[in-house]
């Protein structure tokens, strides 16, 4: 065993160490407590690499290494915690590590002038130990108490700012809601360990995630013929719905957003949401065993596919209809979290974490660039009062367009492109329907569309702010920049030609073959992917920029923008006069001759696709409201009242109890009869 | 004689501190509780000393009516660490006490031997003398604020309802004597085994249920619990405390010795209704307590709920779940003193028990805002604390028995509600302190350094159950150890 | 004549731990609950007797001795309290013990 992994715990602690003591130093020693949460990340970072080239010597099959210990003892059997390194909690930390360690930094700006500076890095540190400890466990147990405590420190951070009682409620909405799941989750512990004895992943072949576990498992079967290895992976799989959002328990995700900005980009983008897409992962074995004769693709497997394709479908429609800056980044992850799922489902684990890895860049940096935005405009952070940003803050604007062409998938250059025609390529592919590859599509579109719509938003346009807007400081600026070049970089690992990310997980070593990206299928589908990206961006151009599509891959200058569309920016073009914009400018394009009816039939058509596409958006958050917050809200609601009526019998008066406990003797003394017979 | 040294010396530290007060300066009498807290750390200290000697066996003496073995000298212990941090309360709460304070402290003392002798009950009698004496001395540590109506009002329910208990108990005793001729828990066992039809007779039978009924109006079971509540909420709050860990703990262990050393062939008959009152316990504690907002009260029904909680560890009838009791048991203490040692010293000049006065106390006093919080979540159980560990193993037990009978997975599934609902009023506590809105008060709340001694002991328990189970669990395990069934089948008496 | 057997002591003794319950549950005056519990324990005592008797063994008696002490303890302490509340609130009946609600 190599140094690294005997001392894999380090890891967490460090961060832990920090949140300790930052606690107990006092509320004005700031700098102390940033030194202490970034110090303690920067050596988790760097230790996380040594672990990260460790796994890279990899032998025959992977790398993988475990340190087991016994915790304690009941009777004769002995509960057995341990940690394991392998390439996907290797790469998995990396990425936590650096990008919270950006995170960290930025935060220093970001929360300057907050009063309780201290504890939110206490907080942050925190987070961060709880969520290492999720990556680096190598027993289900102790990565639910990690997952638990993660919960608590999302909790806490998502009602940073408890004076607004939208914050404090979002966070009990946060933390119940992802209990709902871990019911499931735990349920799914339990059973498991009664089944196998262990819970331990990885245990020279007794581990429950091993072959002869797996071989049990898959036999026995339960209710309706289930396999018991289905119905543990789908209780498993349901903690994952609730921390990752996805439907129908993705409900708090945008309620969030009331937590400072650097906590959404760490919950919301690189961690958290995170965690249920690496719980699947890690036990992608047990989620993908069949038994011998069946079809190949497992039960769970394809609840996994189904479920992430009406979530990636269902938020980006949502996302459309969106104004606030966060909860459109907030839906989106919802939507990018199903296209993980969905990768995780059809093509396996390397499809789905190399998305979850471009995305955390990705989407952190879209997140710290929104938080650098409503920063440099004054805590605004609806789209309809920013606009022309791009002159204010350039360097914000180069990052997030930077960030927004990675996450709509713009080819080439960008690894959101990489990853998202890796899933559209897997489910392509797919033996058991083709269905989701059009909800991939879709969504694929939608996010491309959504994503313009805010650029042209935000930065394009003039400032229609009341304050004077300003770039963001250095130390905020400075953590976009690498995010950025992260959000570039990482998509050369991915590419068909040299999948090194994948070959890295299985164990292999990559080959480079440009011909491999010439193969008549892989070709098709890079070249829908980039149609479906193109369509996209051009729809919401038409209508937000109005600018041809061909120069969709760069920055624009805003003195390239007509004049009409200007004129529309500065009204606040916003859902609502969208629609009187349509009729005006429709009335007004008839007037004109007739070498403009053409393109008035193009924006029409166009214009008709974007109301369908609204009405469904409108649609579904009309469902989301009244069916799934109502549902929740009301069994919340039918507690409280119960509980009232109980407590309300218990009125004081001793005449009552003692008529209580009368009855209560009779009604035992019954049992007593019947239970005799 | 050397069995009951350490009552003998709690009794005789009693009456030196009613003698002591004699010679106390008015102005100095509250420093007794110190004292007394002092003398009660040698005396437990000596229990690692004298009581370790006894033997590999249980030593029993007048008459088989006292047992010494590894359940008493657990459950021996486990009183005098709560009597200590009591007392320390009640210092903290003699300015609360008009007249009499060193009186307070020796009925906690002569409480203190009547649940050291619950402990080492193994029989009847002794059974109901334990539980008189620990009934009797709380009817006035419930009342001893004579001056305010809501004490005196609990200790008259208390007395009531307690008396209605004793009657039960009593003539529950009366039908078991008369249907076995015993009185002894290792004869009426033998006798059992001697003649099955007992069992099935009706009269022996609802003097068990009589007797069950009596213990279970001491663990507040459902639907005994009805006192809880107004008693916790008038009394004063180191009473309160008492009642919920040492009168709770004493009805468990006195419970556990008659269900399983006495009767064990109707325990196993009755383990449907063991499930069902455990269930309704939890579901009544969780739900009642979501709109409370009184503190005291709420950790009345909370400890309704911790009630049900334990009786899980009965229902499961193994000796895991025996040995999660006294486990569960172990970090309640730590938990619920805690919580209200916390609440002893935040209501101090005030009034009102209200949820409202927690208000910034992490800015009063960071130390009581950190030992409250961990005290909810430990209640709430939320992984790493005692409480998480402590529901787990109970869940474990009866999960394991989940073979014999199904109703055994719908007993956990109601346990995972009440849990979850439990979330819900936990964290009210917890945003109350820390999320109030209207903060009026930043006055710095002043700790004395016993009472800060005694809350990092809590803490550092807490702590160290949730994260270092391998030793107390072992611990637990070797005293449940005295509560094995015996190997004479018992299921077969009956069909 | 049938001469006087165990079930004769048992059912009197059965009655009068009923008749107590019965006072216990309707009366309001506390002085009559309490009363009414007392009866609930001499019908133990009752029964317990009365088991020794008809057993020849002298543990119920034993169990008697003690439990009209404890009762004696209990009854000092309760009518105590009882007086006490007399004094703060001039009532003596339940209906008025209503400070603590939910």
């Known amino acids: 065993m190599s140094w690294i992994t005997k001392n894999l715990w380090l890891i967490p602690i460090l961060p832990l160490l920090a949140a300790a003591l930052i606690s107990v130093c006092k509320q004005p020693r700031r700098r102390t407590a940033a030194t202490l949460a970034i110090g303690s990340m920067v050596f988790s970072f760097l230790l996380s690499c040594c672990a990260f080239a460790t796994t890279l010597h990899s032998e025959h099959g992977g790398f993988r290494e475990v340190a087991n210990f016994d915790w304690f003892s009941f009777g004769t059997t002995t509960l057995r915690l341990g940690w394991v390194l392998d390439p996907l909690t290797a790469c998995m930390l990396v990425m936590v590590t650096f990008v919270g360690t950006l995170i960290f930094i930025y935060s220093i700006g970001y929360m300057a002038h907050d009063e309780n500076f201290t504890r939110f ?33 999302s909790y806490l951070l998502i009602g940073f700012w408890f004076h607004k009682p939208s914050a404090a409620a979002a966070a009990k909405k946060a933390f119940i809601t992802t209990r709902i799941g871990d019911i ?26 091993e072959s002869s576990a797996l071989t049990k498992l898959v036999t026995e079967t339960t209710f309706a013929g289930m396999a018991v290895s289905t119905a543990i992976a789908i209780l498993i799989f349901c903690g994952a719905i609730g921390k990752s959002g996805q439907v129908p328990l993705h409900v708090w995700l945008p309620d969030a957003m009331e937590g400072p900005t650097p906590v959404s980009a760490l919950i919301h983008a690189a961690t958290m949401v995170a965690a249920g897409v690496f719980l699947v992962a890690r036990v992608y074995p047990l989620m993908e065993v069949t038994a011998p004769g069946l079809p190949s693709v497992s039960t769970a497997l394809q609840v996994v596919t189904w479920i992430g394709a009406i979530t ?41 974490m190399f998305h979850l890895i471009t995305h955390a860049f990705f989407k952190s940096l879209l997140f710290l660039g929104a938080g650098s935005i409503i920063h440099g405009c004054h805590e605004e952070q609806d789209i309809r009062h920013m606009g022309g940003l791009k002159k204010y803050m350039p360097l914000t604007f180069a990052t997030y367009a930077i960030g927004m062409m990675a996450l709509s998938g713009v080819p080439f250059f960008f690894s959101g492109f990489w990853s998202k025609d890796e899933i559209l390529h897997s489910a392509f592919t797919w033996q058991v329907s083709k269905i989701p590859f059009y909800l991939a599509a879709f ?78 299928e892989t070709l098709s589908v890079m070249l829908i992917s980039i149609c479906i990206v193109a369509v996209g961006i051009f729809a919401a151009w038409q209508l937000y920029g109005r600018k041809p599509v061909k120069t969709a891959d760069q920055p624009d200058p805003l003195e390239a923008v007509n004049g009409n569309v200007y004129r529309w920016l500065a009204n606040r073009l916003y859902i609502d006069e969208f629609y009187d914009a349509t009729v005006i400018r429709l009335n007004a394009a008839f007037a004109y001759s007739a070498d403009l009816l053409d393109r008035v039939l193009w924006g029409g058509a166009v214009r008709a696709a974007s109301l369908v596409t609204l009405a469904f958006a409108h649609i579904n958050r009309t469902i989301d409201d009244l069916f799934i917050n ?3 809200d009301e069994s919340c609601h039918n507690i409280r009242r119960s509980s009232g009526f109980l407590s309300k019998l218990q009125d004081g008066q001793i005449q009552n109890y003692l008529r209580g406990i009368g009855v209560a003797l009779a009604t035992l003394v019954l049992f007593l009869i019947w239970g005799c017979r | 004689m050397n069995l009951m040294i350490l009552e003998l010396a709690v009794v005789v530290l009693g009456l030196g501190i009613l003698l002591g007060d004699l010679w106390t300066a008015a102005h100095q009498k509250h420093l007794l509780g110190y004292a007394a807290a002092a003398l009660l750390g040698v005396i437990l200290l000596a229990s690692f000393f004298g009581l370790e000697q006894v033997g590999s066996g249980p030593a029993y003496a007048f008459n088989n009516m006292l047992v010494l073995d590894g359940l008493a000298v657990f459950f021996k212990r486990f009183f005098l660490i709560a009597a200590i941090l009591v007392l320390l309360m009640s210092v903290e709460f003699s300015n609360r006490i008009q007249s009499g304070i060193s009186e307070f402290y020796c009925l906690i003392l002569f409480a203190l031997t009547g649940m050291m002798f619950a402990a080492s009950a193994n029989d009847f009698i002794m059974v109901f003398v334990a539980l008189e004496l620990i009934s009797v001395t709380f009817y006035v540590l419930n009342s001893f604020q004579r001056n305010r109506l809501a004490s005196l009002e609990a200790g008259i329910k208390y007395l009531i309802l307690s008396a209605l208990s004793a009657a039960f108990l ?92 006495a009767v064990p062939a109707v325990t196993q008959h009755w383990s449907k209704l063991l499930i069902i009152i455990s269930a309704i316990t939890i579901l009544y504690g969780n739900l009642c307590a979501i709109p409370q907002r009184n503190l005291k009260r709420l950790l009345g029904y909370s400890s309704i709920s911790n009630a049900g909680y334990l009786l899980l560890g009965f229902a499961a009838l193994s000796q895991a779940g025996k040995a999660a009791i006294l486990y569960y048991l172990a970090g309640y203490l730590f938990t619920v003193v805690a919580a209200f040692t916390v609440i002893c010293l935040v209501t101090r000049d005030r009034d009102s028990d209200d949820i409202t006065v927690l208000a910034g106390l992490h800015r009063r006093s960071p130390l009581l805002a950190m030992a409250l919080t961990m005290a909810m979540v430990s209640l709430a159980g939320i992984p790493p604390l005692a409480g998480f560990f402590g529901k787990f193993l109970l869940l474990k037990a009866v999960v394991e028995q989940g073979a014999t009978n199904s109703a055994y997975y719908w007993l956990v599934g109601i346990t995972v509600f009440g849990v979850v609902i439990s979330l819900y009023y936990y964290f009210g506590v917890i945003r109350a302190i820390y999320w109030s809105k209207d903060v009026t ?47 004479s089948g018992s299921k077969q008496l009956f069909h | ?76 302490v309760g009518l105590a309290l009882i007086v006490a509340l007399y004094r703060k609130k001039q009532s003596a009946h339940v209906e008025d013990l209503t400070t603590m609600k939910s």
């Open chain 1, 121 to 153: 890095f206490c907080f942050l540190a925190l987070f961060a130990a709880a969520m290492l400890g999720i990556l680096i466990a190598n027993n289900l147990l102790l990565l639910f108490i990690s997952w638990e405590l993660v919960g608590l420190a």
């Open chain 1, 184 to 209: 499931g989750f735990f349920i799914g512990i339990l059973w498991l360990y009664s089944s196998t004895g262990t819970l331990l992943f990885y245990d020279n072949g007794a581990g429950c995630l």
């Open chain 1, 312 to 352: 990636a479908v269902f938020a980006a429609l949502i996302a459309v209809a969106q104004n606030d800056i966060k909860r459109i980044l907030a839906y989106s992850t919802v939507s990018q979290l199903g296209f993980m799922m969905m990768g995780l489902g059809m093509g396996g684990v390397a499809v789905g």
């Open chain 1, 443 to 520: 969504g694929a579109l939608l996010t491309a569309f959504y994503m313009t719509r805010q650029i042209c938003y935000a930065f394009f346009g003039s400032y229609r702010g009341h304050k004077h807007p300003h770039e963001s400081p250095r130390v905020m600026t400075v953590p976009l920049v690498l995010l950025a070049i992260g959000a570039i970089v990482l998509g050369v690992f991915g590419t068909p030609a040299w999948p090194a990310f994948e070959t890295y997980l299985s164990g292999h070593d990559a080959e480079f073959d440009v011909a491999k990206l010439l193969r008549g």
């Open chain 1, 630 to 632: 109502f549902g929740f």
């Open chain 2, 170 to 261: 009593v003539f529950g005793i009366a039908l078991v004597f008369g249907t076995t001729t015993f009185t002894n828990f290792a004869d009426i066992q033998r006798a059992l085994v001697a003649n099955p039809a007992l069992a099935g007779n009706g009269l022996f039978l609802l003097g068990v249920l009589m007797i069950i009924v009596g213990l279970g109006f001491k663990i507040a079971a459902f639907p005994f619990q009805i006192w809880a509540p107004d008693v916790y909420q008038g009394s004063p709050t180191p009473s309160t405390a008492f009642l919920a860990v040492g009168s709770k703990a004493a009805g468990i262990v006195l419970l556990l010795r008659v269900l399983f050393v």
């Open chain 2, 441 to 487: 008060d930043f006055s710095p709340i002043t700790v004395s350094w016993p009472a800060k001694l005694s809350l990092v002991v809590c803490m550092a328990a807490i702590l160290y159950l949730g994260l270092l189970p391998g030793k107390p669990l072992k611990l637990s395990e070797d005293s449940a150890l005295a509560l094995t069934t015996p190997v």
């Open chain 3, 1 to 76: 004549m049938k001469p006087v057997g165990l079930e004769h002591y048992l059912v009197v003794s059965g009655l009068l731990f009923c008749l107590g319950l019965w006072g216990v549950i309707v009366r309001r005056n506390l002085l009559i609950i309490y009363m009414s519990l007392e009866l609930m324990l001499n019908a133990a005592n009752l029964a317990l007797v009365a088991f020794s008797r008809f057993n020849n063994k002298l543990d119920g008696q034993v169990m008697v001795f003690f439990v009209i002490t404890v009762a004696a303890a209990e009854v000092a």
